[in-house]
């Protein structure tokens, strides 16, 4: 099937030019960070995780989100998501992949990633971390492609699928719970020491990434020849509503506890994501910009009127995705070190390399989503409608 990916109108091709450029211009500038080490990046002594952290944790949040497709589908029968749940699937492998390769960019020396598996620590979360990431990356590789490959042949998939797909569900709820225990498991960065933030990662991940999953459905109905169906589009935006919603209400719940209870340590990191603190102030602008698009996104979908037309439903995609990849990225990150446990104060600034670095491991997960979904779109196109091909259907079924 992967010959598929080789043919295209000229549209197509030139995205996939464009996305080979700058995943070459990123290897390239992370061939002079492997040579001179992380001192071409804005990262210090203090600020000791910066943008390629920021990446790995709402990714791991659009991964996760697969899970929003697989449990109505295939717990509950909901038909309206037959057609796109491989989409979420292979929405999920290619964000875990840039997952991956964000923690391996991030190492000063990538071989030290070794040490996991060579002197495993079960008492360590980055150890369990590790296993969830890539056994849900193997998990919705497996199910994915041996799904779009029966439905080629029009065959009934093979018995053993059917508890790989329900061992899908709680493996995605657990890869971001494990990594938000990642933060809150560090008793010195009291922005992070708190029981709500894995409940906030789930409630930004069940948002960002069907949010995204509409995106793609938007730009395959209109490019792609594949039509989702609009009930399955207006199903995930109803998702996307509420779990926006709910991350909303958990990031209130954590400002009120914060500025009520007047602690100090506590309020100085909101003070300085949303006010600055003492003449430092590079995210405030940032997360103003999160909180007007966060609440003008939920306004937007979960007005029945706005959230039907295709226009304004994307731009509340949009809205959605950009807001999250700011409160769960910089937001979240940076902000945990700043000010440090002794009171000090150091601003990160991302430089030009390690942006380029960004950009092409953000242009591979594209390039090895854009195949995928060209895959599908051909293998589908074979189909008479149903799900998964009228065989699969009824085998998984």
Known sequence: MLEKALHGSLRYRIWIACLILVGCAGFFFYLRQLDYGLGITGMSRDVSWGLYIAQFTFLVGVAASAVMLVL???????????????????LAVAAVVMCILFVFIDLGRPARVMNVLLHPQPSSILFWDM????????INLVTGWVILACTKKEIPPPGWIKPVIYLSIPWAISI??????????????????????????????????????????????RWGRFDAGEKAIQALAKIVAYALAASIFFVGVEMFTVFYSQIPEHMHHFQYLFMGLEGHHNLVAWMWIFAV???????MLILPGVRRNEVWLALACIAVFVSLWIEKGLGLVITGFIPSPLGAITEYHPTGPEITITLGVWAAGFFLLTVFYKIFVHVRGGTDGSPCGPAVDKMIH
């Open 72 to 90: 109505p589908y295939y717990l509950h029968d909901y038909k309206a998501f037959g057609k796109i749940t491989v989409l979420g699937e292979l």
């Open 131 to 138: 296993i969830v990431l890539s056994g849900y990356l193997l």
């Open 293 to 299: 698009l966060s609440i003008a996104a939920f306004v």
């Open 176 to 221: 971001h719970t494990v990594t938000a225990f990642i933060y809150a498991g560090l008793p010195g960065r009291s922005f992070w020491l708190t029981a709500i933030m894995a409940p906030r990662f789930l409630a930004s991940a069940f948002a960002s990434g069907p949010a995204l999953l509409i995106l793609v459905c938007l730009i395959l109905r």
